[in-house]
């Protein structure tokens, strides 16, 4: 049995579609906003500060592995329903908060270690959603692309170690880093150049657990480059999850985007 902590994307419906095929036994513990998963005979809605429930759910169902995937949203830990596991580990979660998301996933996933329930891979069953290293569009990086990668990229190096950003734009010589809003904001934010040009770089945040939370993009990611004026996209290798690929790579080519997996 499979424990799936899923949020929003469509990701999360990707790995579910494996899970029917392969016929393997899950169970869900939805954390989306809009409840995508209520429909599901399998779906529990659960507060994500209800620690005990939702341990005492796993362990019914003998579950010893999970699954985070999709886009979980930071709770206001104001609102939070706590029961009495959540009430001993919730000082735990509202410090690592003050740190980043990423320290959040990881104090869940001590949490769970801590229950004898270990994480996986969110892309464990789908594998073919995270791209190598090498370029998948017909267009290819410029010289100046090139520069302003390399300078991205060692920005992203130097960043605080529980950082927000997974993403950053660099355009004549401006950088500018995602917030806790993420991508989408950042590229609404850009206003668009008479001439194209500027990265998007997506890069796995400092100290994250590869595991949980991966750089995702998909068709709204490249729609919004294009509307920004961007030239292309640059990923880590096997640390994406890459949504949509043909839609993308289509879009990508016929908009004069590349796509770069370093």
Known sequence: MIGLFFGETTFPKLILKNLKKKKLKYLIIDLSKNKIFKKNLNSYR????QFGKILKILKQNKCKKVI????????????????????????????????????????LIKILYLNKINVISSTYFNPELSLRSGNYSKYKPNNYDLINIKRGIKILKKSNSYDHAQALIVRNKVILKETSEGTKKLLQSIKKKKINSGILIKFPKKKQDLRVDLPTVGLDTFKDCKRAGLNGIVLKSKQNIFLDKKKCIDFANKNKLFILVK
């Open 46 to 49: 659960v507060s994500i500060g």
């Open 68 to 107: 985070f995937a999709g886009k979980i949203k930071k709770p206001k830990f104001s609102d939070l329903k706590l029961d009495i596991t959540g009430i001993y580990y919730i000082p735990r979660i509202i410090k690592a908060a003050k740190k980043g998301d990423a320290a959040i996933f990881n104090e």
